[in-house]
């Protein structure tokens, strides 16, 4: 049974930081791309990074970058956001997403990141 499974998202206010994870299972982890989407309330879900299988290769919205870095530990099957110096406008839910060269595809639940003081 696949399992893409976000953690970490929660309450911080402007200018402090979070670190996302997701954790992979039933699948072939280090075979797949990995990458991070959000999508806010009324608006569509939208790219915040991805990194290649082998962690190799990075590539961040334009919003983000600077900011938030993506990085995997593959003996862990987990893939991580770091989220540094958060704006309200980064409220939104967080989705991880797994894709391979064949365009096999899976998603996550979602993690609730919200930014307030």
């Known amino acids: 049974q696949v399992q893409l499974v976000e953690s970490g998202g929660g309450l911080v206010q402007p200018g402090g930081s979070l670190r996302l994870s997701c954790a992979a299972s039933?699948?072939?982890?280090?075979?797949?791309?990995m990458s991070w989407y959000r999508q806010a309330p009324g608006k569509e879900r939208g790219f915040v990074a991805t990194i290649s299988s082998n962690g190799g290769s990075t590539n961040y919205g334009d919003s983000v970058k600077g900011r938030f870095t993506i990085f995997r530990d593959n003996a862990k099957k987990t893939v991580y956001l770091q989220m540094n110096n958060l704006t309200p406008e980064d409220t939104a839910v967080y989705y991880c997403?797994?894709?391979?060269?064949?365009?096999?595809?899976?998603w996550g639940q979602g993690t609730q990141v919200t930014v307030s003081s």
């Open positions: 039933g699948f072939i982890f280090r075979r797949y791309g």
């Open positions: 997403n797994a894709v391979n060269g064949s365009g096999v595809e899976y």
